[in-house]
């Protein structure tokens, strides 16, 4: 089993809608969780870390589920702005090795 | 605050060539330290990680090392590139227990 888990995607959503990604991750240590997006020949941004409690900023939510080892982003109101990939990162405890999903794509059609 | 960077940003190498692409880090001390590749098309693969000077942890065996002479910088080396070494690399820290991650601005690989 990969160590971090994506929707293989890509995914293609009108603009306006609702999207949700899902990411599993196999290590029960892991200790911080995070989504970042990338675009197409740029270096990952930051676009939450994730928390237990869940947290969420503007159209953006992100869930943290321990027990199920699952992690979900939900983006509201999509914008075409939005198209990009998302990655679901895992820092391990101990080694705080940082382990990539592969990344979802997203294309928000006008 | 921390910062890094990573350099050259782009560059052509032909098969056989060397390589050497170098990631410093600012604002810290004893960094984790990260170099990730990224092929076309393709997820962020670990390639090594290091937690401290001369640790290097290697993730992928293949034509490619790395070595930290200094706390704050992390170089990525071949003696010979291949064709199959072309892509997008990443360097990255983790601050400690890895709460925050830091990326370089990337370097685009092309071996022709």
């Known amino acids: 089993r990969k160590e971090v888990e994506q929707d293989p995607g890509p995914f293609n959503v009108p603009e306006g809608a609702t999207v949700a990604f899902n990411c599993t991750y196999s290590?029960?240590?892991?200790?911080?969780f995070f989504w970042y997006r990338q675009d197409c020949r740029k270096e990952p941004k930051l676009l939450m870390s994730v928390y237990s409690s869940g947290n969420e900023d503007g159209r953006f939510t992100a869930q943290l589920n321990r027990a199920s080892q699952y992690i979900s982003l939900l983006i509201r109101d999509s914008k075409l702005s939005d198209s990009a990939t998302y990655l679901c990162?895992?820092?391990?405890?101990?080694?705080?090795?940082?382990?990539f999903g592969k990344g979802t794509r997203l294309h928000i059609l006008p | 605050s921390q910062t890094i960077h990573q350099w050259p940003a782009t560059l052509v190498q032909p098969v056989g060539s060397p390589l050497s692409l170098e990631c410093t880090v600012e604002?810290?001390?004893?960094?984790?330290l990260y170099w990730y590749r990224q092929a076309a098309g393709r997820g962020l693969q670990l390639l090594f990680y290091?937690?401290?000077?001369?640790?290097i942890s290697s993730e992928v065996p293949q034509n490619l090392s790395a070595s930290r002479p200094q706390d704050r910088q992390f170089i990525l080396s071949s003696k010979k590139l291949l064709l199959s070494d072309s892509g997008f690399y990443l360097c990255a820290q983790t601050t400690l227990r890895g709460n925050t991650i830091y990326f370089g601005e990337g370097s685009w690989l092309t071996v022709v």
């Open positions: 290590n029960s240590a892991s200790q911080s």
């Open positions: 604002g810290t001390s004893n960094p984790n």
């Open positions: 290091s937690i401290g000077i001369g640790q």
């Open positions: 990162v895992v820092v391990k405890v101990g080694d705080d090795k940082i382990i």
